[in-house]
Protein backbone atom coordinates (compact mmCIF):
# COMPACT_ATOMS: atom_id res chain seq x y z
CA UNK A 1 0.00 0.00 0.00
CA UNK A 2 0.78 3.27 -0.90
CA UNK A 3 1.12 6.59 1.48
CA UNK A 4 -1.99 7.85 -0.02
CA UNK A 5 -4.02 3.89 0.29
CA UNK A 6 -2.60 4.24 4.17
CA UNK A 7 -4.14 7.27 4.10
CA UNK A 8 -8.12 6.46 3.26
CA UNK A 9 -7.33 2.89 5.05
CA UNK A 10 -7.37 5.06 8.47
CA UNK A 11 -10.68 6.93 7.47
CA UNK A 12 -12.28 4.32 5.14
CA UNK A 13 -11.20 0.69 5.17
CA UNK A 14 -14.00 -0.44 2.66
CA UNK A 15 -12.85 2.00 0.13
CA UNK A 16 -9.22 1.02 0.81
CA UNK A 17 -9.69 -2.16 -0.04
CA UNK A 18 -12.02 -1.88 -3.16
CA UNK A 19 -9.32 0.20 -4.23
CA UNK A 20 -6.94 -2.83 -3.73
CA UNK A 21 -9.33 -5.31 -5.50
CA UNK A 22 -9.47 -2.56 -8.43
CA UNK A 23 -5.43 -2.74 -8.51
CA UNK A 24 -5.51 -6.13 -8.80
CA UNK A 25 -8.18 -6.64 -11.80
CA UNK A 26 -6.21 -3.89 -13.82
CA UNK A 27 -3.20 -5.94 -12.72
CA UNK A 28 -4.38 -8.80 -14.37
CA UNK A 29 -6.22 -7.09 -17.28
CA UNK A 30 -5.11 -8.75 -20.38
CA UNK A 31 -3.64 -11.58 -18.84
CA UNK A 32 -4.21 -15.51 -19.59
CA UNK A 33 -7.62 -16.87 -18.66
CA UNK A 34 -6.09 -20.21 -16.95
CA UNK A 35 -4.28 -18.00 -14.55
CA UNK A 36 -6.79 -15.83 -12.74
CA UNK A 37 -8.63 -17.96 -9.94
CA UNK A 38 -12.57 -17.85 -10.81
CA UNK A 39 -15.33 -19.54 -8.34
CA UNK A 40 -15.83 -21.70 -11.63
CA UNK A 41 -12.88 -23.24 -12.16
CA UNK A 42 -10.37 -24.88 -9.59
CA UNK A 43 -6.69 -23.06 -8.88
CA UNK A 44 -4.16 -24.82 -7.99
CA UNK A 45 -1.34 -22.92 -5.79
CA UNK A 46 0.53 -26.20 -5.41
CA UNK A 47 4.78 -25.00 -5.77
CA UNK A 48 6.02 -27.89 -4.13
CA UNK A 49 8.90 -30.08 -6.55
CA UNK A 50 8.09 -33.39 -8.42
CA UNK A 51 10.45 -35.59 -6.17
CA UNK A 52 8.47 -33.81 -2.79
CA UNK A 53 5.11 -34.89 -4.57
CA UNK A 54 6.50 -38.64 -5.17
CA UNK A 55 8.11 -38.70 -2.00
CA UNK A 56 4.92 -37.87 -0.14
CA UNK A 57 1.87 -39.62 -2.37
CA UNK A 58 3.66 -41.85 -4.32
CA UNK A 59 3.33 -44.83 -1.26
CA UNK A 60 -0.72 -43.89 -1.38
CA UNK A 61 -1.05 -44.45 -5.35
CA UNK A 62 0.99 -47.30 -5.07
CA UNK A 63 -1.42 -48.57 -3.32
CA UNK A 64 -4.56 -48.17 -4.66
CA UNK A 65 -2.73 -49.20 -7.96
CA UNK A 66 -1.88 -52.59 -6.54
CA UNK A 67 -5.31 -52.97 -5.16
CA UNK A 68 -6.66 -51.97 -8.86
CA UNK A 69 -4.10 -55.00 -9.98
CA UNK A 70 -5.96 -57.67 -7.57
CA UNK A 71 -9.45 -56.70 -7.67
CA UNK A 72 -10.55 -55.27 -11.25
CA UNK A 73 -9.98 -56.97 -14.24
CA UNK A 74 -9.59 -53.68 -16.53
CA UNK A 75 -6.80 -52.09 -14.84
CA UNK A 76 -5.17 -55.87 -14.80
CA UNK A 77 -5.83 -56.51 -18.49
CA UNK A 78 -4.94 -52.47 -19.03
CA UNK A 79 -1.26 -53.44 -17.57
CA UNK A 80 -1.12 -57.13 -18.90
CA UNK A 81 -1.27 -55.09 -22.55
CA UNK A 82 1.59 -52.61 -21.62
CA UNK A 83 3.57 -55.25 -20.27
CA UNK A 84 3.11 -57.65 -23.81
CA UNK A 85 3.42 -54.69 -25.91
CA UNK A 86 6.83 -53.45 -24.00
CA UNK A 87 8.71 -56.84 -23.40
CA UNK A 88 6.63 -59.27 -24.92
CA UNK A 89 6.23 -62.95 -24.50
CA UNK A 90 10.06 -63.67 -24.29
CA UNK A 91 11.65 -60.13 -22.78
CA UNK A 92 13.73 -57.97 -25.01
CA UNK A 93 16.03 -59.57 -27.09
CA UNK A 94 20.01 -59.54 -27.38
CA UNK A 95 22.25 -59.47 -30.66
CA UNK A 96 25.90 -59.03 -29.71
CA UNK A 97 28.35 -57.20 -31.68
CA UNK A 98 31.44 -57.06 -31.09
CA UNK A 99 33.77 -55.53 -33.55
CA UNK A 100 37.38 -55.84 -35.04
CA UNK A 101 39.58 -52.42 -35.68
CA UNK A 102 38.34 -52.62 -39.09
CA UNK A 103 34.97 -52.35 -38.08
CA UNK A 104 34.25 -56.13 -39.27
CA UNK A 105 31.43 -58.08 -36.48
CA UNK A 106 33.82 -61.12 -34.85
CA UNK A 107 31.31 -63.42 -35.76
CA UNK A 108 32.92 -66.09 -33.23
CA UNK A 109 33.10 -63.59 -30.15
CA UNK A 110 29.81 -62.50 -30.58
CA UNK A 111 28.58 -66.29 -30.70
CA UNK A 112 30.21 -66.90 -27.60
CA UNK A 113 28.95 -64.28 -25.98
CA UNK A 114 25.54 -65.46 -27.28
CA UNK A 115 26.08 -68.85 -25.92
CA UNK A 116 27.27 -67.62 -22.26
CA UNK A 117 24.00 -65.28 -22.04
CA UNK A 118 21.22 -67.89 -23.23
CA UNK A 119 22.63 -70.24 -20.18
CA UNK A 120 22.29 -67.34 -17.89
CA UNK A 121 18.67 -66.55 -18.85
CA UNK A 122 17.84 -69.64 -17.43
CA UNK A 123 18.57 -68.94 -13.98
CA UNK A 124 19.25 -64.89 -13.58
CA UNK A 125 17.95 -64.13 -10.26
CA UNK A 126 18.64 -65.25 -6.81
CA UNK A 127 15.86 -66.84 -6.05
CA UNK A 128 15.86 -69.57 -8.93
CA UNK A 129 12.87 -68.86 -9.46
CA UNK A 130 12.64 -66.76 -12.75
CA UNK A 131 14.02 -66.91 -16.30
CA UNK A 132 14.73 -63.62 -17.55
CA UNK A 133 12.19 -63.10 -20.03
CA UNK A 134 10.14 -63.88 -16.83
CA UNK A 135 11.86 -61.57 -14.62
CA UNK A 136 11.35 -58.51 -17.27
CA UNK A 137 7.72 -59.17 -17.58
CA UNK A 138 7.84 -59.36 -13.57
CA UNK A 139 9.99 -56.24 -13.42
CA UNK A 140 8.00 -54.50 -15.76
CA UNK A 141 4.55 -54.88 -14.21
CA UNK A 142 5.93 -53.60 -11.33
CA UNK A 143 8.00 -50.57 -12.92
CA UNK A 144 4.30 -49.68 -14.34
CA UNK A 145 1.88 -50.37 -11.45
CA UNK A 146 3.92 -49.25 -8.51
CA UNK A 147 5.85 -46.78 -10.49
CA UNK A 148 9.34 -48.06 -10.28
CA UNK A 149 11.47 -51.59 -9.37
CA UNK A 150 14.20 -51.94 -7.98
CA UNK A 151 16.97 -54.82 -8.05
CA UNK A 152 20.26 -55.40 -6.93
CA UNK A 153 23.18 -56.70 -9.17
CA UNK A 154 25.44 -59.50 -7.02
CA UNK A 155 28.69 -60.93 -8.94
CA UNK A 156 31.15 -63.06 -8.33
CA UNK A 157 31.66 -65.55 -5.02
CA UNK A 158 28.68 -64.44 -2.29
CA UNK A 159 27.90 -66.60 1.19
CA UNK A 160 24.95 -69.18 0.35
CA UNK A 161 24.21 -68.37 -3.23
CA UNK A 162 25.04 -70.82 -5.84
CA UNK A 163 24.17 -68.30 -9.28
CA UNK A 164 24.22 -71.77 -11.22
CA UNK A 165 25.07 -70.66 -14.20
CA UNK A 166 28.43 -70.45 -16.55
CA UNK A 167 28.93 -66.56 -15.46
CA UNK A 168 28.73 -66.01 -11.82
CA UNK A 169 26.20 -62.73 -11.71
CA UNK A 170 22.68 -62.63 -10.46
CA UNK A 171 19.87 -60.13 -9.82
CA UNK A 172 17.59 -59.67 -6.51
CA UNK A 173 14.58 -58.30 -7.41
CA UNK A 174 13.04 -55.20 -4.97
CA UNK A 175 10.09 -53.60 -3.72
CA UNK A 176 9.75 -50.13 -3.59
CA UNK A 177 8.25 -50.36 -0.11
CA UNK A 178 11.81 -51.59 0.93
CA UNK A 179 13.50 -48.12 0.38
CA UNK A 180 10.93 -46.19 2.18
CA UNK A 181 10.60 -42.75 0.94
CA UNK A 182 10.52 -41.25 4.61
CA UNK A 183 14.05 -42.53 5.54
CA UNK A 184 16.58 -40.03 5.74
CA UNK A 185 19.87 -39.96 7.05
CA UNK A 186 21.47 -37.30 9.59
CA UNK A 187 24.64 -35.32 8.20
CA UNK A 188 24.52 -37.41 4.30
CA UNK A 189 22.55 -35.87 1.05
CA UNK A 190 20.03 -38.58 1.53
CA UNK A 191 16.26 -37.90 0.39
CA UNK A 192 13.93 -40.86 -0.05
CA UNK A 193 16.12 -43.83 0.56
CA UNK A 194 18.61 -42.20 -1.82
CA UNK A 195 21.71 -41.08 -1.29
CA UNK A 196 23.20 -38.64 -4.04
CA UNK A 197 25.75 -36.19 -4.21
CA UNK A 198 26.03 -32.41 -4.76
CA UNK A 199 25.26 -33.01 -8.36
CA UNK A 200 21.81 -34.87 -7.61
CA UNK A 201 23.45 -38.30 -8.85
CA UNK A 202 22.51 -41.33 -6.70
CA UNK A 203 25.71 -42.93 -4.89
CA UNK A 204 23.76 -45.61 -2.34
CA UNK A 205 20.61 -46.95 -1.50
CA UNK A 206 19.00 -47.77 2.05
CA UNK A 207 17.38 -50.35 1.33
CA UNK A 208 15.24 -52.61 4.06
CA UNK A 209 16.72 -56.32 4.64
CA UNK A 210 12.93 -57.75 4.59
CA UNK A 211 9.91 -56.46 3.43
CA UNK A 212 7.64 -54.12 5.88
CA UNK A 213 4.97 -56.16 4.76
CA UNK A 214 6.00 -59.59 5.24
CA UNK A 215 3.91 -60.87 8.52
CA UNK A 216 5.84 -64.07 9.05
CA UNK A 217 9.18 -62.44 9.86
CA UNK A 218 11.03 -61.90 13.18
CA UNK A 219 13.72 -59.73 11.16
CA UNK A 220 14.08 -55.70 12.65
CA UNK A 221 12.19 -53.91 10.63
CA UNK A 222 14.87 -51.15 11.03
CA UNK A 223 17.42 -53.11 9.35
CA UNK A 224 19.16 -51.52 6.58
CA UNK A 225 21.75 -52.29 4.26
CA UNK A 226 23.19 -50.05 2.07
CA UNK A 227 24.11 -51.09 -1.74
CA UNK A 228 26.36 -48.53 -3.67
CA UNK A 229 24.38 -47.27 -6.66
CA UNK A 230 26.65 -48.75 -9.50
CA UNK A 231 25.12 -52.40 -8.14
CA UNK A 232 21.33 -50.86 -8.50
CA UNK A 233 18.97 -50.84 -11.13
CA UNK A 234 16.47 -48.24 -10.20
CA UNK A 235 13.68 -48.34 -13.07
CA UNK A 236 10.84 -45.66 -12.30
CA UNK A 237 8.27 -43.53 -14.44
CA UNK A 238 9.35 -39.76 -13.76
CA UNK A 239 7.42 -36.70 -15.33
CA UNK A 240 9.27 -33.79 -13.46
CA UNK A 241 13.35 -32.92 -13.38
CA UNK A 242 14.93 -33.94 -10.64
CA UNK A 243 12.47 -36.81 -9.45
CA UNK A 244 13.80 -39.84 -8.28
CA UNK A 245 10.84 -42.02 -7.00
CA UNK A 246 8.68 -43.33 -9.66
CA UNK A 247 5.01 -43.05 -9.58
CA UNK A 248 2.53 -45.35 -10.72
CA UNK A 249 1.43 -45.37 -14.76
CA UNK A 250 -2.00 -45.68 -13.07
CA UNK A 251 -1.75 -42.36 -11.01
CA UNK A 252 -4.34 -40.21 -13.36
CA UNK A 253 -6.79 -42.83 -14.25
CA UNK A 254 -7.27 -43.70 -10.80
CA UNK A 255 -10.59 -42.38 -9.95
CA UNK A 256 -11.76 -43.31 -13.08
CA UNK A 257 -11.22 -46.69 -12.73
CA UNK A 258 -12.82 -46.97 -9.31
CA UNK A 259 -15.86 -45.01 -10.49
CA UNK A 260 -15.66 -47.45 -13.29
CA UNK A 261 -15.84 -50.61 -11.22
CA UNK A 262 -18.23 -49.24 -9.07
CA UNK A 263 -20.97 -48.27 -11.32
CA UNK A 264 -20.61 -51.55 -13.30
CA UNK A 265 -21.43 -53.71 -10.20
CA UNK A 266 -24.29 -51.54 -9.63
CA UNK A 267 -25.24 -52.11 -13.21
CA UNK A 268 -24.36 -55.87 -12.76
CA UNK A 269 -26.50 -56.38 -9.34
CA UNK A 270 -29.43 -54.31 -10.70
CA UNK A 271 -29.51 -56.63 -13.92
CA UNK A 272 -29.24 -59.49 -11.08
CA UNK A 273 -32.47 -58.00 -9.98
CA UNK A 274 -34.23 -57.36 -12.62
CA UNK A 275 -33.62 -60.98 -13.96
CA UNK A 276 -35.51 -62.14 -10.98
CA UNK A 277 -39.08 -61.52 -11.70
CA UNK A 278 -41.13 -60.90 -8.99
CA UNK A 279 -44.73 -60.09 -8.63
CA UNK A 280 -47.45 -58.40 -6.14
CA UNK A 281 -50.93 -58.53 -5.13
CA UNK A 282 -52.92 -55.21 -5.52
CA UNK A 283 -55.94 -55.20 -3.25
CA UNK A 284 -59.07 -53.66 -4.09
CA UNK A 285 -59.25 -50.66 -1.17
CA UNK A 286 -56.89 -49.12 0.68
CA UNK A 287 -58.91 -51.11 4.32
CA UNK A 288 -57.67 -54.26 3.07
CA UNK A 289 -54.07 -53.48 3.42
CA UNK A 290 -54.72 -53.81 7.14
CA UNK A 291 -56.69 -56.43 7.98
CA UNK A 292 -55.42 -59.56 9.09
CA UNK A 293 -57.50 -62.95 7.77
CA UNK A 294 -58.52 -65.29 10.04
CA UNK A 295 -58.85 -69.24 10.12
CA UNK A 296 -62.12 -70.73 11.49
CA UNK A 297 -59.70 -72.16 14.63
CA UNK A 298 -58.46 -68.40 15.17
CA UNK A 299 -54.71 -68.81 13.62
CA UNK A 300 -53.29 -66.58 10.91
CA UNK A 301 -52.70 -67.82 8.12
CA UNK A 302 -49.01 -67.80 6.07
CA UNK A 303 -48.35 -65.56 3.77
CA UNK A 304 -48.91 -66.80 0.41
CA UNK A 305 -46.51 -68.26 -1.66
CA UNK A 306 -46.85 -68.15 -5.51
CA UNK A 307 -44.17 -69.70 -7.49
CA UNK A 308 -43.74 -68.44 -10.95
CA UNK A 309 -44.06 -71.53 -14.06
CA UNK A 310 -45.28 -71.58 -17.56
CA UNK A 311 -48.81 -71.52 -17.96
CA UNK A 312 -49.26 -70.93 -14.01
CA UNK A 313 -53.05 -69.81 -12.84
CA UNK A 314 -53.97 -67.52 -10.05
CA UNK A 315 -56.83 -69.32 -8.42
CA UNK A 316 -56.66 -68.04 -4.82
CA UNK A 317 -56.96 -64.27 -5.18
CA UNK A 318 -58.97 -62.41 -3.14
CA UNK A 319 -62.03 -60.63 -4.26
CA UNK A 320 -61.25 -57.18 -5.07
CA UNK A 321 -57.50 -58.45 -5.51
CA UNK A 322 -55.28 -58.57 -9.14
CA UNK A 323 -51.47 -59.66 -9.98
CA UNK A 324 -49.02 -56.46 -10.76
CA UNK A 325 -45.82 -57.73 -11.70
CA UNK A 326 -42.13 -55.38 -11.06
CA UNK A 327 -41.09 -53.58 -14.36
CA UNK A 328 -37.21 -52.70 -14.58
CA UNK A 329 -35.20 -50.86 -16.93
CA UNK A 330 -32.43 -52.91 -16.36
CA UNK A 331 -30.19 -54.10 -18.54
CA UNK A 332 -29.31 -50.24 -19.03
CA UNK A 333 -29.35 -50.17 -22.64
CA UNK A 334 -26.40 -46.86 -22.42
CA UNK A 335 -24.30 -49.02 -20.57
CA UNK A 336 -22.03 -50.06 -23.38
CA UNK A 337 -21.77 -46.29 -24.77
CA UNK A 338 -20.45 -45.19 -21.28
CA UNK A 339 -18.52 -48.11 -20.56
CA UNK A 340 -15.79 -47.48 -24.03
CA UNK A 341 -15.93 -43.72 -23.31
CA UNK A 342 -14.62 -43.99 -19.85
CA UNK A 343 -12.41 -46.90 -21.00
CA UNK A 344 -10.99 -44.90 -24.19
CA UNK A 345 -10.06 -42.32 -21.56
CA UNK A 346 -8.12 -44.80 -19.19
CA UNK A 347 -5.97 -45.96 -22.34
CA UNK A 348 -5.16 -42.61 -23.43
CA UNK A 349 -4.21 -41.77 -19.69
CA UNK A 350 -1.92 -45.09 -19.60
CA UNK A 351 -0.62 -44.82 -22.96
CA UNK A 352 -2.26 -48.09 -24.36
CA UNK A 353 -4.06 -48.62 -27.53
CA UNK A 354 -8.04 -48.95 -26.87
CA UNK A 355 -8.79 -51.27 -28.82
CA UNK A 356 -6.34 -53.54 -26.86
CA UNK A 357 -7.82 -52.70 -23.38
CA UNK A 358 -11.37 -52.84 -24.51
CA UNK A 359 -11.27 -55.84 -26.49
CA UNK A 360 -13.39 -54.00 -29.08
CA UNK A 361 -11.51 -54.76 -32.88
CA UNK A 362 -14.65 -53.75 -34.98
CA UNK A 363 -13.37 -51.26 -37.41
CA UNK A 364 -11.69 -50.76 -41.03
CA UNK A 365 -8.57 -52.36 -41.69
CA UNK A 366 -6.82 -48.54 -42.45
CA UNK A 367 -8.53 -47.67 -38.89
CA UNK A 368 -6.90 -50.49 -37.18
CA UNK A 369 -3.78 -50.19 -38.64
CA UNK A 370 -3.69 -46.42 -38.15
CA UNK A 371 -4.59 -46.75 -33.97
CA UNK A 372 -1.72 -49.40 -34.53
CA UNK A 373 0.70 -47.00 -36.00
CA UNK A 374 -0.19 -44.08 -33.81
CA UNK A 375 -0.15 -46.16 -30.66
CA UNK A 376 3.37 -48.34 -31.56
CA UNK A 377 5.47 -44.66 -30.73
CA UNK A 378 4.86 -45.05 -26.87
CA UNK A 379 5.16 -48.72 -27.15
CA UNK A 380 8.49 -48.07 -28.48
CA UNK A 381 9.25 -45.18 -26.28
CA UNK A 382 8.34 -47.30 -22.72
CA UNK A 383 10.37 -50.48 -24.68
CA UNK A 384 13.73 -48.17 -25.09
CA UNK A 385 12.98 -46.77 -21.29
CA UNK A 386 13.14 -49.76 -20.05
CA UNK A 387 15.83 -51.10 -22.25
CA UNK A 388 18.09 -48.23 -21.17
CA UNK A 389 17.39 -48.67 -17.44
CA UNK A 390 17.21 -52.65 -17.08
CA UNK A 391 18.09 -54.71 -20.17
CA UNK A 392 21.17 -52.68 -20.91
CA UNK A 393 23.17 -51.97 -17.80
CA UNK A 394 22.74 -56.43 -17.12
CA UNK A 395 24.09 -56.73 -20.62
CA UNK A 396 27.24 -54.55 -19.78
CA UNK A 397 27.74 -56.25 -16.10
CA UNK A 398 27.43 -59.55 -17.90
CA UNK A 399 30.06 -58.90 -20.16
CA UNK A 400 32.33 -57.54 -18.17
CA UNK A 401 32.04 -60.04 -15.68
CA UNK A 402 32.55 -62.84 -18.64
CA UNK A 403 35.47 -61.45 -19.36
CA UNK A 404 36.66 -61.01 -16.04
CA UNK A 405 35.67 -64.84 -14.81
CA UNK A 406 37.26 -66.44 -18.27
CA UNK A 407 34.22 -67.51 -19.37
CA UNK A 408 35.64 -65.57 -22.93
CA UNK A 409 38.90 -65.17 -24.82
CA UNK A 410 38.95 -61.91 -26.29
CA UNK A 411 41.04 -61.97 -29.77
CA UNK A 412 43.53 -59.64 -30.60
CA UNK A 413 41.68 -57.86 -33.24
CA UNK A 414 39.00 -56.75 -31.03
CA UNK A 415 38.13 -52.82 -30.74
CA UNK A 416 38.00 -52.80 -26.73
CA UNK A 417 34.74 -50.02 -26.75
CA UNK A 418 32.75 -52.09 -28.48
CA UNK A 419 32.83 -55.75 -26.77
CA UNK A 420 29.33 -54.79 -25.02
CA UNK A 421 27.85 -53.21 -28.04
CA UNK A 422 24.58 -55.08 -28.76
CA UNK A 423 21.73 -54.38 -30.55
CA UNK A 424 18.46 -54.41 -28.23
CA UNK A 425 15.06 -56.55 -30.11
CA UNK A 426 12.13 -55.14 -28.56
CA UNK A 427 8.62 -56.02 -29.78
CA UNK A 428 7.73 -56.02 -33.26
CA UNK A 429 4.57 -54.04 -34.39
CA UNK A 430 1.92 -56.96 -35.08
CA UNK A 431 0.54 -57.52 -38.38
CA UNK A 432 -3.28 -57.02 -39.22
CA UNK A 433 -2.87 -57.91 -42.83
CA UNK A 434 0.10 -60.62 -43.11
CA UNK A 435 -0.35 -60.31 -47.12
CA UNK A 436 0.35 -56.69 -47.31
CA UNK A 437 2.67 -56.42 -44.18
CA UNK A 438 4.93 -58.95 -46.37
CA UNK A 439 4.45 -57.26 -50.20
CA UNK A 440 5.55 -54.38 -48.42
CA UNK A 441 8.71 -55.95 -46.98
CA UNK A 442 9.32 -56.96 -50.39
CA UNK A 443 8.64 -54.20 -52.36
CA UNK A 444 11.42 -51.86 -49.55
CA UNK A 445 13.80 -54.42 -49.68
CA UNK A 446 13.89 -54.59 -53.60
CA UNK A 447 14.35 -51.09 -54.15
CA UNK A 448 16.68 -51.41 -51.14
CA UNK A 449 14.97 -48.82 -48.73
CA UNK A 450 15.53 -51.19 -46.10
CA UNK A 451 18.11 -54.46 -45.62
CA UNK A 452 16.88 -58.03 -45.15
CA UNK A 453 18.33 -58.59 -41.43
CA UNK A 454 16.18 -55.69 -40.62
CA UNK A 455 13.20 -56.82 -41.81
CA UNK A 456 13.80 -59.98 -40.04
CA UNK A 457 14.96 -58.32 -36.89
CA UNK A 458 11.18 -56.55 -36.78
CA UNK A 459 10.04 -59.59 -36.85
CA UNK A 460 11.56 -60.24 -33.83
CA UNK A 461 14.40 -62.68 -35.57
CA UNK A 462 17.57 -62.93 -35.31
CA UNK A 463 19.32 -62.41 -38.78
CA UNK A 464 22.48 -64.95 -38.25
CA UNK A 465 20.27 -67.72 -36.85
CA UNK A 466 17.93 -67.22 -39.78
CA UNK A 467 20.52 -68.00 -42.17
CA UNK A 468 21.63 -71.12 -40.10
CA UNK A 469 18.32 -72.51 -40.05
CA UNK A 470 18.24 -71.79 -43.82
CA UNK A 471 21.33 -73.24 -44.53
CA UNK A 472 20.09 -76.72 -42.64
CA UNK A 473 17.06 -76.37 -44.30
CA UNK A 474 18.11 -76.31 -47.81
CA UNK A 475 21.18 -79.40 -47.12
CA UNK A 476 18.28 -81.42 -45.30
CA UNK A 477 15.77 -80.79 -48.68
CA UNK A 478 19.30 -81.92 -50.77
CA UNK A 479 19.58 -84.79 -48.97
CA UNK A 480 15.82 -86.03 -49.45
CA UNK A 481 16.16 -85.04 -52.68
CA UNK A 482 12.47 -82.30 -52.34
CA UNK A 483 14.91 -79.54 -53.67
CA UNK A 484 14.18 -81.12 -57.46
CA UNK A 485 10.77 -80.59 -57.45
CA UNK A 486 9.46 -77.42 -59.03
CA UNK A 487 8.05 -75.19 -56.48
CA UNK A 488 4.37 -75.00 -55.64
CA UNK A 489 2.48 -71.91 -57.86
CA UNK A 490 1.52 -69.06 -56.23
CA UNK A 491 -2.00 -68.16 -56.06
CA UNK A 492 -2.34 -64.37 -57.26
CA UNK A 493 -3.04 -62.18 -54.64
CA UNK A 494 -7.34 -61.17 -53.98
CA UNK A 495 -7.75 -57.58 -54.63
CA UNK A 496 -8.22 -55.87 -50.96
CA UNK A 497 -11.58 -55.62 -50.65
CA UNK A 498 -11.11 -52.10 -49.29
CA UNK A 499 -9.76 -49.30 -50.76
CA UNK A 500 -6.48 -47.98 -49.10
CA UNK A 501 -6.10 -43.94 -50.13
CA UNK A 502 -5.22 -42.86 -46.49
CA UNK A 503 -1.77 -44.04 -46.53
CA UNK A 504 -2.57 -46.65 -43.89
CA UNK A 505 -2.09 -49.51 -46.52
CA UNK A 506 2.13 -50.62 -45.85
CA UNK A 507 1.93 -52.21 -49.32
CA UNK A 508 0.37 -49.12 -51.14
CA UNK A 509 2.99 -46.80 -49.11
CA UNK A 510 6.01 -48.87 -50.35
CA UNK A 511 5.28 -48.87 -53.97
CA UNK A 512 5.89 -44.78 -54.20
CA UNK A 513 9.42 -45.30 -55.48
CA UNK A 514 11.57 -42.19 -55.75
CA UNK A 515 12.54 -40.80 -59.14
CA UNK A 516 15.60 -43.48 -59.98
CA UNK A 517 14.68 -46.23 -57.77
CA UNK A 518 15.49 -49.88 -59.15
CA UNK A 519 12.26 -52.29 -59.33
Known sequence: MNWLD????????ASAVRRQQARRQLAVLGAYDAATPSRLRKYSRD??????????????????????DRNHDLASGALTVLVNNIVGPGGI??????????????????????ELWRDWCQQPEVTGQHSWASAQRLACRTWLRDGECFAQIVEGTVAKL??????????????????????????????????????????????LKAHPGDTWTWSNRQDFKTIPADSMLHLRLVDRIGQCRGVSVLASVITRLEDLKDYEESERIAAKIAASMAAFIRKGTPDLYG??????????????????RPGMIFDDLMPGEDIGTIDSTRPNTGLQAYRDGQLRAVAGGIGASYSSVSR?????????????????VHYQALAEHFTAQWVRPVWQRFVALAVLSGAVELPGELQPETLDDALFVGQTMPWIDPQKEAQASEILERNRYVSAPEIIRRRGGNPRETIQQQAAWQRMLRESG??????????PAPASPEPSNDGADPAEEANHQTPGATA
Open 47 to 68: TRSGEALARLQAPSIRQQAREL
Open 482 to 491: LDRQPPAAAS
Open 360 to 376: NYNGTYSAQRQELVEQW
Open 291 to 308: ATETEADGTTPAPRDMRF
Open 93 to 114: GIEPQPRSVSGEILDDLAARLL
Open 162 to 207: DHRTLVPLSLELIEADQIPADTDLAGRASQAGIVRNGWGRPTAYRV
Open 6 to 13: RMIAAVAP
